[in-house]
């Protein structure tokens, strides 16, 4: 999205993103969580470690 004030141009961030490419990439990830022993100890060990989960 592009917004210009005065002489300047320039672009601003949707941080909201695209909200269908969120979603499947939301339901791959909690998938391989309940399926895959990788991403459930990688999931393990970032929670233990006090950070937030991915």
Request: hydrophobic share 20%.
């Given at each position: 999205?592009?917004?210009?004030?005065?002489?300047?141009r320039?672009?601003?961030?949707n941080?909201?993103?695209?909200?269908?490419?969120?979603?499947?990439?939301?339901?791959?990830?909690?998938?391989?969580?309940?399926?895959?022993?990788?991403?459930?100890a990688?999931?393990?060990?970032?929670?233990?470690?006090?950070?937030?989960?991915?």
């Amino acid at each position: 999205m592009e917004y210009s004030s005065g002489r300047r141009r320039t672009r601003r961030l949707n941080y909201g993103g695209d909200r269908q490419a969120n979603a499947v990439l939301h339901r791959i990830v909690f998938t391989r969580l309940r399926h895959d022993p990788r991403t459930r100890a990688y999931y393990e060990r970032r929670t233990q470690e006090g950070r937030d989960p991915p």
